[in-house]
């Protein structure tokens, strides 16, 4: 030590010279980085309330609230966080977490007030001028903790899959399982597009952490064909998963036929609790989803109910109407036995008339009907009662009986929905080259997408715009079908467009058969006359109220004989609902 | 032989488990542990203790004491480590053997309500100041439901569990 | 020992209006020293904004170490109980004018630990703050705007959370004693 | 010379204290005959939080723990959590990973090394210190979000890739501060009065060093290579090329040392990092977070903090939140045992160096 070291620190000095770093702040505003975590924007409009930011708030700052103007709807809750700045530790996880992108932040950072009371904001609602900013901490969607990927779901090649009955769809395996099942964020606003308002978070959450038996417990807590759902629900539900909007929905259906299908003995897994024996009996008519539904709850419930079924077989149109393809019929027995086992009796081959009515109604104290929709639709073109024209549902009902149906080698199916893509599909695997003509789009098709897809994976074409015009016979046993193309026509915002004749063209097809999937309506000539002229029947279905009864009290009805959707998962809703509607009567009656 | 053997050869060793290959956990019994600790430190050479720890398993009716050892030479750690019983929480200092063991231990004491016999300072207050209730980080005691008696908050939260709201909501629109 | 001013009398009325009040804001206004005391986290973001990168210097702001000297006790962040009585003590040790700024979010409902059982979560029922900066922590920008509001209101003579917790003062005590159980706090008088 | 004892309190509110503590000491004279260390004054029971929320929740809180080294703390819980869990990290995670804990561990000693001097008196390199350290602020603010609290380093990696041309920011950055170090130097090391009044200072018996479990910088300026990065490497240390700093005086000089020394070397890691920085993915997709449950199990992971060896011992019991995280900050056994010893006999002038040179930091002590 010595003078160097008093000197030394005297060169500190020399920053004299020297440019200082202040920065001038607030004469400089200085906009925070590119990523900086400041307050939170939200699009309202992308929004959908799901909550997920409130859930993975370390601080419960996130609150979700109603707000005017958003109103929830099927896939919005109608709810919209609310951040209390008094909370918020701008950790950002709440972006991280959003499923749908709407929550960001801005790279603001001040927010200065003299009364603690204004910190709470709406982000979105309250404006606060910093919404359009671009920079701001942003969801990477691929590094995130939502995962945007549906885990594939295997399936047979199409080459393999027209030689044979077996089902198309693979299955997952448990490990794929868990994974599916361990995307969903458990918003349950899929709940709101399923008819029967199953419990989907819960279910699917058991799966995720492998308590199989619980799940499928929870399922048939509203829905006794679970498994059916599983392979060929319309699945709703997924088109307002909250991952939907900006990746893959969950794979609830899959993930529903896993559960269901790992267990083949199912009265050892439903731990439903039987009440007590009613003084109560109540007829079913129709053996489908939807009269077996509410023939299950009415048994537990303690009612005492038979079931009468025109076919040989319990199961409706699920029976009669899916192919084996993609519904195997061991998978039915198992679920319709079960439903049976519960002190539900069958009368099949029990097809019932005006007079046996009278007499249903004499002996049961209510009456459900779940008869279905079996008057196939017409064409209404010239030519139409050609032998050669066949209806798919009674096509499919032979083939699913096992009775012989002669094809052809060429088949032209009419229609865009689901029956007709399985009518196409059941023909390919007869081994027919297989068209067929819809009068919209392909876009328009109110078919299955995966169904569309698999049915054009196995060689099924797909005609647009095609308006059948009449049908001629052809030599050879054919037929020839005559057909004009369309044009879509506008109908304003909002609602489908409208195919219109082209005039003028004309076109023609020769093929072996012609098999016609317009729809179903519903024959009602069972009911005896001083009952159909009280039966209100609105545009070909009964009218039921809220509780699914019909106008003569005492006679419910739903399934697709009483709604507008026409699907299983609606049936089983319907005998759902119909089961509380019975109940309430029988209380009101006594 | 390796540690392990030496130890079960004079102690008597519970669980022994090679987490890491510088982590052993060690589960010995509340008789074994300081003789345990005092052949750790001055034959094995684990000198320095670390930390020791404290966790409620409420479900068991038991405290859960662990001692984590250093061993400089060998660059390894050793959790030493014993349960006991929750209702009677008596305990020896092992403050002879190191003297940060009578902050940990004080620490614990208060966190806890263990009571390590022979520690000078342990009744005095560390951390909490004029607490007034059990000791808070036994599991239960609530702190959540504390926080919001004594300090309050501002605007109190609806707290709604969205995830419910929204499946009552839907359950609703199926009752129109 | 002086008259007991500070629990018995109401603050006095300024005898002076006008032009010198105003004066005397203007002043007030552009020296304002904080206590150094970090009661939390936010004391890592009051070191940039007092030294140089920021340097608060600039507007009369220097951190002073003893309160009585200082004019404004900044709140950087969540208070304990333990802390709590200290800030309590050092506030009232400081002279009057006084003012408080609280940073964070965990003064105004708790912020992180609002579950905590030893921290607090309105800091508003136990001192008069006049200006509250949000943020986890503010940035020295923001802390330094928060500043600048004071000064702000100091100028028009609105930073008036002294006067407030003269006049309300049992209702501050009810509400400190509530939480602070032992209570061996000397009245001060200056 | 009065022979009187004299009680006197320092902090919390006091310049001299390193943050929201207090001293009580005796005084004969000039002279410290007994001290005792209080805490709790930052007591916001985090151990108690995390053990009611579920594991992601626990990122923001923890980084909370050490306030101006808040990377430490992360990375601890995730490294802790992804080994109960079983999760794998990809490679460029773990060298992000290093990046910013070396990142982090630089501007809390050029912070410290202002502070050692503004202990004494001496102002200038206080405002040297945090000035330069806002500039590795700035970098972390486009890194992560955040200027301190950074919410980065979560279970599977990191939560963003390196920006565009961060790199260059970061050796263009590292340029600077090795420009302005010879700056502090000659007004720290080679001042005359920092000499004096540094070296044989607060000197600390060697045999405490393993006894009291005394880390890092102040172990080794005891000539104890204990150095966590390389005892027992975690991330990308093990691929790095570094030898431990050690000084052997034991007093406070030797741990102004050992730090001035730590500068360079988290200076020259940084460029060895940026230059060795692998290409690919930086995080692994972790199991839904808000269902996240890690099987029962328990550990004890560490780091080297600025501070000292820095732990967490992780319990957990199945479920979604851990049943018990004991965090172990070096400054507990610094701060309590070793500092209650150490004042005694040194005069009341420095207790504010040597409370800076133990470097204690009060959160972590409390949690």
């Known amino acids: 030590m010595g003078l160097k070291e008093v000197l030394k620190p005297l060169g500190a000095w020399r920053q004299i010279a020297r440019k200082p770093h202040t920065i001038l702040v607030p004469k400089v505003h200085r906009e925070a980085a590119e990523r900086y975590r400041g307050f939170h924007v939200n699009d309202l409009g992308k929004c959908i309330g799901c909550g997920t930011c409130a859930a993975v708030c370390p601080n419960e700052a996130i609150d979700m609230v109603k707000i005017e103007g958003i109103e929830g709807k099927k896939g919005d809750s109608g709810f919209r966080p609310r951040i209390d700045y008094g909370r918020c530790c701008w950790c950002g996880l709440c972006v991280d977490s959003c499923p749908t992108t709407s929550l960001r932040m801005t790279n603001e950072y001040i927010w200065i007030r003299e009364a603690p009371d204004d910190f709470v904001y709406i982000p979105g609602y309250d404006i606060k001028g910093f919404e359009q900013k671009e920079k701001g901490y942003r969801k990477d969607k691929e590094h995130s903790f939502t995962d945007y990927h549906r885990v594939p779901m295997r399936e047979k090649e199409p080459e393999e899959r027209l030689q044979t009955f077996a089902e198309v769809v693979l299955g997952y395996t448990e490990e794929e399982a868990r994974k599916e099942a361990d995307r969903c964020i458990g918003c349950g606003l899929c709940i709101s597009g399923c008819p029967d308002r199953m419990h989907i978070p819960d279910y699917i959450r058991a799966v995720a952490s492998g308590e199989y038996e619980r799940s499928v417990n929870i399922m048939y807590e509203n829905n006794p064909f679970a498994e059916l759902c599983g392979k060929v629900c319309t699945r709703r539900c997924e088109s307002y998963c909250s991952l939907g909007n900006e990746g893959d929905p969950v794979a609830i259906r899959w993930l529903k036929r896993f559960a269901t299908e790992r267990f083949s003995d199912l009265k050892e897994v439903i731990r439903a609790r039987k009440q007590e024996l009613k003084d109560k009996s109540v007829g079913i008519i129709g053996a489908g989803p939807g009269g077996l539904t509410a023939a299950y709850y009415l048994a537990l419930r303690g009612y005492k109910v038979t079931v009468y079924e025109a076919m040989p077989e319990a199961g409706g149109m699920t029976m009669a109407g899916i192919p084996k393809y993609r519904f195997p019929l061991p998978s039915l027995k198992k679920q319709v036995e079960f439903i049976l086992s519960q002190g539900v009796e069958l009368k099949t081959n029990y097809f019932v008339d005006p007079e046996k009515f009278r007499n249903l109604m004499e002996i049961h104290d209510a009456i459900y009907l779940g008869v279905g929709l079996l008057k196939p639709w017409k064409l209404g073109v010239p030519g139409e009662d050609h032998p050669n024209v066949i209806y798919a549902i009674d096509y499919l009902r032979k083939v699913n009986f096992n009775e012989s149906v002669k094809i052809g080698n060429e088949v032209v199916v009419i229609g865009g929905g689901d029956v007709a893509i399985d009518a196409a599909r059941v023909s390919r695997r007869f081994g027919a080259k297989v068209t067929i003509g819809y009068r919209r789009r392909k876009v328009d098709m109110p078919a299955d997408r995966e169904e569309i897809e698999g049915a054009e994976e196995e060689g099924v074409e797909i005609w647009e715009k095609i308006i059948p015009l009449r049908v001629e016979d052809a030599p050879e046993g054919r037929v020839k079908l005559v057909y004009g193309k369309a044009r879509m026509v506008d109908q304003g915002p909002g609602r489908r467009p409208k195919p219109v004749l082209i005039e003028g063209e004309e076109y023609e097809i020769l093929v072996d058969r012609i098999i016609v999937a317009i729809g179903q309506q519903a024959d009602l000539t069972f009911l005896p006359q001083e009952f159909a002229e009280k039966m209100e029947v609105e545009r070909g279905r009964i009218k039921v109220n809220e509780r699914q009864m019909t106008s003569i009290s005492g006679i419910f009805a739903g399934g697709d004989v009483a709604n507008r959707v026409a699907d299983a998962i609606s049936a089983i809703a319907d005998g759902l609902r119909a089961v509380k509607g019975i109940e309430l009567y029988f209380q009101g009656k006594s | ?176 | ?190 | ?367």
């Open chain 3, 1 to 190: 020992m002086g008259k007991d001013k500070f629990l018995n009398e109401k603050p006095e009325k300024l005898t002076y209006s006008g032009v010198f009040k105003k004066i005397d804001n203007w002043a007030r206004a552009r020296s304002l020293w904080v206590v150094a005391y970090g009661t939390g986290c936010g004391a890592i973001e009051l070191r940039p904004t007092f030294t140089s990168r920021f340097d608060a210097e600039r507007f009369g702001m220097r951190m002073v170490g003893t309160p009585r000297q200082a004019d404004v006790i900044v709140v950087s962040g969540y208070l304990t109980v333990k802390t709590l009585k200290r800030v309590i003590r050092v506030y009232e040790q400081m002279q009057s004018p006084k003012y408080v700024v609280a940073l964070g979010a965990c003064p105004i409902n708790g912020g992180m630990y609002y579950d905590s059982y030893n921290a607090i979560n309105r800091l508003d029922l136990y001192l008069p703050v006049d200006i509250w900066v949000t943020g986890c922590m503010p940035r020295p920008e923001a802390i330094l705007a928060g500043f600048k509001r004071l000064q702000e209101l100091i100028d028009d003579g609105k930073a008036d959370g002294w006067k407030k917790y003269i006049e309300a003062l049992d209702w501050y005590r009810g509400n400190q004693r509530k939480i602070i159980k032992n209570w061996r706090m000397p009245n001060y008088n200056w």
């Open chain 2, 1 to 176: 032989m390796n540690i392990i053997e030496r130890l079960k050869e004079r102690f008597e060793v519970l669980i022994a488990e090679k987490k890491r290959k510088d982590l052993l956990i060690i589960e010995t019994t509340k008789k074994g542990l300081i003789p345990m600790l005092f052949y750790l430190k001055e034959y094995e050479g684990y000198r320095t203790l670390t930390l020791i720890s404290c966790v409620d398993w409420i479900e068991d009716k038991k405290f859960q004491m662990s001692y984590i050892l250093w061993n400089f030479r060998m660059k390894a750690n050793i959790i030493v480590k014993f349960m006991l019983d929750r209702e009677n929480p008596d305990f020896e200092t092992v403050y002879k053997l190191w003297p940060q063991a009578e902050a940990y231990e004080r620490e614990i004491h208060e966190m806890f309500g263990v009571n390590f016999e022979g520690n000078p300072t342990q009744n005095e207050e560390l951390i909490l100041e004029d607490w007034d209730n059990i000791p808070p980080m036994r599991r239960d005691f609530d702190t959540l439901k504390y926080s919001m008696e004594k300090f309050g908050e501002r605007e109190p939260k609806s707290r709604i569990n969205i995830r419910k709201e929204i499946s009552e909501q839907y359950d609703e629109w199926r009752r129109k």
């Open chain 4, 1 to 367: 010379m009065s022979t009187e004892e004299v009680r006197l309190f320092i902090g919390p509110q006091h310049p001299g204290v390193t943050g929201n503590m207090s001293i009580e000491v005796l005084l004969k004279g000039d002279t410290i005959t007994w001290a005792k260390t209080h805490i709790g004054y930052l007591h916001r029971a985090f151990e108690k939080l995390m053990e009611r929320r579920i594991f992601i929740k626990s990122f923001p809180l923890v980084c909370r723990i050490c306030v101006p080294e808040s990377d430490t703390n992360e990375e601890n819980l995730a490294r802790g959590l992804e080994e109960l869990a079983d999760i794998e990290i990809p490679e460029r995670a773990k060298w992000i990973r290093t990046l910013v804990l070396e990142l982090s561990r630089l501007q809390m000693f050029i912070m410290w090394y202002g502070g050692i001097a503004g202990s004494m008196g001496l102002s200038t390199p206080v405002q040297w210190g945090i000035g330069d350290r806002d500039y590795i602020l700035d970098l972390f603010e486009e890194l992560t979000g955040g200027r301190v609290y950074h919410i980065y380093i979560l279970p599977g990696g990191v939560r963003k890739d390196l920006p565009e041309g961060f790199e260059e920011r970061v050796l263009k950055t590292m340029d600077l501060i090795e420009r302005r170090l010879p700056e502090y130097d000659e007004l720290i090391m080679d001042n005359a009065v920092e000499q004096k009044r540094l070296k044989g200072l607060a000197p600390i018996p060697k045999e405490w060093v393993e006894e009291m479990g005394i880390t890092g910088p102040v172990a080794r300026a005891c000539g104890f290579p204990y150095d966590v990065r390389k005892n027992s490497p975690y991330e990308a240390y093990d691929k790095l090329d570094f030898d431990v700093i050690t000084e052997d005086g034991c007093d406070v000089w030797s741990m102004l040392l050992v730090r001035r020394r730590e500068i360079d070397l988290s200076i020259k890691l940084i460029r060895e990092i940026v230059s060795k920085m692998p290409k690919g993915e930086f995080l692994t997709r972790l199991p839904n977070v808000l269902y996240w449950e890690i099987p029962k199990g328990e550990t004890y992971v560490k780091s080297e903090a600025t501070r000292g060896e820095f732990g967490y011992y992780i319990f957990t019991d199945g479920s979604g939140k851990p049943r018990r995280v004991h965090v172990k900050g070096p400054s507990f056994i610094h701060g309590i045992t070793l500092l209650e010893r150490l004042l005694v006999g040194q005069n009341i002038a420095d207790v504010a160096p040597i409370l800076v040179a133990l470097q204690i930091c009060p959160p972590e002590m409390e949690r």
